[in-house]
């Protein structure tokens, strides 16, 4: 089909009403949102609805587990050395890599990194990428391929206890490829972090702007990832280009309410 030219000064009905321009507009805030100030102002101040946000946590009960090495890694490099020298990486050396840097990677990409106590006995974990209003809408999953001492699988990552758990037990490498168009990187990258939405957790107090918020924060703990893998003298590639529902599937999330956004690549660097 040729492409339709861009129209300037005289919009179709289509550029006009760009579903991306009205969720813009309806997501703006402004003096004018009462109703929202007033939900969030309530979930602010109920004792009993902050001591169900302050655990955000879900799990896989009765599925195998994997308990992760503790630490942070011991990265030794200074900050500026590794902001500068983070590079997105398609050479990965197709070997295995450890238990420990992948703990470390997702340790300090979305582990809890200190406890929150409120007056009303609420008791926050919070964790190494900012939230807005501390309800951490995004899971972190790992789809494994080949790292030693973990059986290959798409897990869970449980930062409440730091371990793995097993959400879709077998290959998932041939369905990741499936689901993109990175077929080298991924069958040479050891493992894949994928970050996911579960909306609800931050509709409920911030409405339509909850998926702006979803965004930011799946960009904070990619980041995070990015400067840990390098930290670590791993490669990491960031990949939005997915296919969404094949994601979704591989991971057994409904696709509306909690859907995979970001995906994080980590292996030993070629050469
Ligand atoms: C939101 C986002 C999505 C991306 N998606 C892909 C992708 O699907 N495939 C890919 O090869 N690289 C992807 N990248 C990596 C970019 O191509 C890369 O960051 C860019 O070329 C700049 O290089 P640098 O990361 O080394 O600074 C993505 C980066 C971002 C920030």
Request: aromatic content about 8%.
């Amino acid at each position: 089909m040729k492409p339709k030219p861009f129209s300037i000064g005289n919009p179709t009905e289509e550029e006009l009403f760009s579903p991306m321009e009205v969720y813009h507009e309806n997501s703006k805030l402004g003096p004018g949102n009462e109703e929202l100030f007033q939900r969030i102002a309530t979930v602010n101040s109920s004792p009993h609805i902050r001591s169900v946000i302050s655990r955000p946590f879900r799990s896989y009960p009765g599925c195998p587990t994997v308990e992760l090495p503790s630490g942070w890694g011991n990265v030794t490099r200074s900050l500026e050395d590794i902001l500068q020298r983070r590079r997105s990486h398609h050479h990965f050396a197709g070997t295995p890599c450890r238990l420990q840097e992948l703990a470390a990677v997702l340790s300090l990409g979305d582990g809890i990194a200190a406890r929150q106590s409120g007056e009303d006995g609420a008791e926050f974990r919070l964790r190494t990428a900012p939230s807005g209003g501390g309800l951490y809408p995004i899971e972190t999953f790992c789809l494994a391929f080949d790292v030693d001492d973990l059986p290959p699988g798409a897990y869970f990552y449980n930062a409440l206890r730091h371990r793995l758990e097993l959400a879709a037990p077998g290959d998932c490498r041939s369905k990741l490829i499936g689901a993109s168009n990175l077929k080298v990187e991924i069958e040479n990258a050891a493992f894949c972090i994928a970050l996911s939405v579960v909306l609800p957790r931050s509709s409920f107090k911030y409405g339509q702007r909850a998926y702006r918020f979803a965004l930011l924060e799946a960009g904070h703990i990619a980041q995070n990832l990015l400067l840990a893998a390098e930290g670590l003298g791993l490669g990491a590639l960031p990949i939005g280009g997915f296919f969404d529902d094949d994601m979704n599937r591989l991971l057994n999330l409904d696709g509306c309410q909690e859907f995979v956004v970001y995906l994080v690549l980590v292996g030993n660097r070629a050469g």
